[in-house]
């Protein structure tokens, strides 16, 4: 059973405009949130973060908001860039040493 | 440049074939972990190790072996190769877990199982 689901596979964008990726848990333990970007033939790199005290975290042209009664978190980039095309995962931690769990990812595509 | 080193980056191998896939960091993180990456799937934790001699299983170790001797260094070993085995690999290493550590990621080994 999925903990982590990212419900949209792929996402396109024009350039300029709004990016929303979106991220549900099941698992009420988890209390840390990452979001990953992942170029093709690449690692995932680490973007951005939540703690479950906050309800949103701004880095730049991102921004992460976190809705603890609807488990739900969401990836916003404003303003899009053809740049941000990759594969997004949303990640999250539970108390201790858990590894981190993975969503399936979804392919942002920004058109110029 | 520090980071994770995996090799190779790509491998054809053939069914029953054995191969072990290295990972190597050089930023004395503690943890290290071995993920794998199919098409739609997302990324599946396969083993992980906090320390020197210590590893435990994820979501999908069958098929799998790993040995942690030293801090830099966490070899996969696959023994009997299947075609279900055809992934990408990922290995990772954070020097703690929990709130706050975020994981690095070496770029990849991308196998095939004929």
């Known amino acids: 059973d999925q903990q982590v689901k990212q419900n949209s596979p792929s996402l396109s964008v024009q350039e300029g405009r709004i990016s929303i990726l979106n991220c549900d848990y099941t698992?009420?333990?988890?209390?840390?949130f990452l979001w990953y970007k992942k170029y093709p033939a690449e690692g995932p790199t680490f973007l951005i973060s939540i703690s479950s005290i906050k309800d949103k975290n701004e880095d730049g042209r991102f921004t992460v908001f976190l809705n603890k009664s609807a488990k739900h978190l969401s990836l916003h980039i404003v303003p899009s860039q053809p740049g941000d095309s990759a594969v997004y995962f949303c990640?999250?931690?539970?108390?201790?040493?858990?590894?981190?769990?993975f969503g399936k990812g979804t392919r942002l595509s920004v058109i110029a | 440049n520090a980071g994770v080193t995996q090799t190779p980056k790509f491998r054809i191998l053939k069914i029953g074939q054995s191969m072990t896939l290295q990972c190597a960091q050089d930023?004395?993180?503690?943890?290290m972990y071995w993920y794998r990456q199919d098409p739609g799937m997302g990324l599946k934790l396969i083993y992980y190790?906090?320390?020197?001699?210590?590893?435990d299983k994820g979501e999908v170790p069958n098929g799998y072996n790993v040995s942690r001797s030293t801090t830099e260094d966490f070899p996969l070993r696959l023994e009997l190769a299947a075609p279900s085995q055809t992934s990408v690999y990922f290995c990772?290493?954070?020097?703690?877990?929990?709130?706050?550590?975020?994981?690095?990621f070496g770029s990849g080994t991308q196998l095939s199982v004929l």
């Open positions: 698992n009420s333990m988890f209390d840390y």
């Open positions: 990772a290493s954070s020097y703690s877990s929990g709130q706050g550590e975020k994981l690095l």
């Open positions: 930023m004395n993180h503690n943890y």
């Open positions: 190790s906090v320390g020197a001699g210590i590893t």
């Open positions: 990640a999250a931690s539970g108390l201790g040493n858990t590894p981190l769990v």
